[in-house]
Antibody, heavy 126, light 110 residues
Framework: QLQLQESGPGLVKPSETLSLTCTVSGGSISSSSYYWGWIRQPPGKGLEWIGSIYYTGSTYYNPSLKSRVSMSVDTSRNQFSLKLSSVTATDTAVYYC??????????????????WGQGTLVTVSS | QSALTQPASVSGSPGQSITISCTGTSSDVGTYNFVSWYQQHPGKAPKLMIYEANKRPSGVSNRFSGSKSGNTASLTISGLQAEDEADYYCCSYAGNSTLIFGGGTKLTVL
């Protein structure tokens, strides 16, 4: 069955860039049926969609984070990555990577998010 | 892009039914049937419970059901059990390959 695993530093200094990688196992990231994305959850708060990437490299970002977010995909390693620049304490959160099923290849609307990685806590602090 | 609106908390006794609402706008819930619901226990990743407003993934109990009317989607849990105590989040497609989540609802089983 498909599994996703986040990896990256658990501590990032303010103003620096947060970098995370998600490794996909049990299936190919090069499927036309899915987006791959990042969702975060600040401690004690709700979920926030950060962005999604298609295996071709097309990206879609939350407008509120767009100026600071960059995502990439490495199909040879079955991985995709997140970079969030100029972080502050408000970026402290559990970051989840997840797969998003698409309605069709011609209308790439995300129907739902499943499965999710276990999540990784990233703390922004000096 | 504001979060979908959910009640902060709901509660019910074992065996009862509860409903959690999720209110969006004509730009998301009101236009698309791509509303999904997630259950999250403390310290765990969210789990998909309902997709496309009223469909249940295999393995999810039929005590969970979903519906949508206009700009509001709803999750109903019947025959409440202690294990249902968790946080619940709705999510909607919002056009242009974007997603929006609700603020979350804490379900307490009394």
């Amino acid at each position: 069955q498909l599994q996703l695993q986040e990896s990256g530093p658990g501590l990032v200094k303010p103003s620096e860039t947060l970098s995370l990688t998600c490794t996909v196992s049990g299936g190919s990231i090069s499927s036309s049926s899915y987006y791959w994305g990042w969702i975060r959850q600040p401690p004690g708060k709700g979920l926030e969609w950060i962005g999604s990437i298609y295996y071709t490299g097309s990206t879609y970002y939350n407008p509120s984070l767009k100026s600071r977010v960059s995502m990439s995909v490495d199909t040879s390693r079955n991985q995709f990555s997140l970079k969030l620049s100029s972080v502050t304490a408000t970026d402290t959160a559990v970051y989840y990577c997840a797969r998003q099923e698409l309605y069709s290849t011609t209308w790439r609307a995300q129907k739902f998010v499943d499965p999710w990685g276990q999540g990784t806590l990233v703390t922004v602090s000096s | 892009q504001s979060a979908l609106t959910q009640p902060a908390s709901v509660s019910g006794s074992p065996g009862q039914s509860i409903t959690i609402s999720c209110t969006g706008t004509s730009s998301d819930v009101g236009t698309y049937n791509f509303v999904s619901w997630y259950q999250q226990h403390p310290g765990k990743a969210p789990k998909l419970m309902i997709y496309e407003a009223n469909k249940r993934p295999s393995g999810v109990s039929n005590r969970f059901s979903g519906s949508k009317s206009g700009n509001t989607a709803s999750l109903t849990i019947s025959g409440l059990q202690a294990e249902d105590e968790a946080d619940y989040y709705c999510c909607s497609y919002a056009g242009n390959s974007t997603l929006i989540f609700g603020g979350g609802t804490k379900l307490t089983v009394l």
